[in-house]
């Protein structure tokens, strides 16, 4: 890569970064516990991957979840949870380095096409979901706060997990893909932002 087009994926990268930052403000939809659906916050982060490749993708992500993580610790009052601190060292890679940190591999899916666009993005939310998956039944199980869902899935942690955390990724990934359907139907953002015919 040359020196001018290494300067425009980094200027590029930074603005994306920025631009999912403040749309994971807007959020449409809150769990209690953690978790939120928002505009799309996640798209601008795929996009670098898509456009760059999984090695500028996954530089973008990992710098969007360091955000995060700070975003977690302001806003959702992680280190007031009462967690160990092997929970909190648990929590902070699982829930946010590796949770977000693994959208940049979208970018192994950009010369599918279209179609590959659409995997890659539900492959990626689908390692994020596994990644909060693994959280919430290692370690938040034993926690009376959260029996959220009521006593149903008390004791049944793998299955409490997968509910709620599906509550959330779940419409987050259908909202994206919607958007992102819309995006490529405008040939502009089609040619020049995802580099499709």
Not at 97 to 122: D, T
Not at 175 to 187: E, G, K, M, Y
């Amino acid at each position: 890569m040359k020196s001018v087009e290494k300067t425009r994926a980094l200027v590029e990268s930074a603005c994306m970064v920025a631009l999912a930052t403040v749309l994971s403000f807007i959020i449409i939809w809150y769990l209690p516990l953690g978790g939120t659906v928002t505009l799309c916050s996640m798209i601008p982060i795929c996009v670098v991957g898509l456009r760059y490749g999984a090695k500028w993708g996954l530089g973008t992500s990992f710098t969007y979840a360091v955000l995060q993580l700070f975003i977690g610790i302001v806003r959702d009052g992680l280190l007031g949870w009462g967690l160990t601190p092997l929970m909190l060292c648990g929590s902070i890679v699982l829930d946010y380095l590796l949770a977000y940190g693994l959208l940049g591999l979208v970018g192994l899916f950009r010369r599918l096409g279209e179609w590959g666009i659409y995997v890659g993005v539900s492959a990626v939310f689908a390692l994020r979901l596994f990644c909060h998956f693994v959280s919430g039944f290692i370690i938040f199980q034993y926690l009376d706060q959260f029996e959220m869902l009521g006593k149903t899935l008390s004791g049944r942690p793998v299955l409490y997990s997968l509910c709620y955390n599906g509550m959330y990724m779940v419409p987050e990934l259908v909202l994206s893909l919607v958007v992102l359907v819309i995006l490529l139907r405008v040939p502009f953002v089609r040619k020049r932002i995802f580099n499709l015919q």
